[in-house]
C-alpha cells in the first residue's frame, strides 16, 4: 500500500466519522421532537458510516504497521 493509499484511508475514515456525527445529530433532534421512526432510521444510517470509517481505519492500521516493521533498523 502506497502512502497515498494510507493517507486516502484516513480521509475515508474522517469523512465517515463525520457522515456518522450529522446522523447522530440527526437522530437525536429527532428523537427529542417525538419522531421515533426518523430517529432510528438517521441512527442506523450513523452506524453504516462508523462501520465505513472502522474499515478504512483497520486498513491504515494495518499499513501504519506494516510500514514500521519494514523499516526498522
Known amino acids: 500500500m502506497s502512502d497515498t493509499t494510507l493517507a486516502e484511508h ?3 475514515a474522517a ?3 463525520g457522515h456518522a456525527k ?3 445529530e440527526e437522530a ?3 428523537h427529542k421532537a417525538g419522531d421515533h421512526a426518523k430517529g432510528h432510521h438517521h441512527a442506523h444510517v450513523a452506524h453504516g458510516h462508523h462501520l465505513q470509517a472502522e474499515h478504512h ?3 491504515a ?3 501504519s504497521a506494516t510500514h514500521h516493521a519494514e ?3
Do not use: G
Open 71 to 73: 523499516h526498522k533498523p
Open 15 to 17: 469523512e465517515h466519522h
Open 22 to 24: 450529522h446522523h447522530h
Open 57 to 59: 481505519q483497520e486498513e
Open 61 to 63: 492500521a494495518k499499513h
Open 10 to 12: 484516513h480521509s475515508k
Open 28 to 30: 437525536s433532534k429527532a
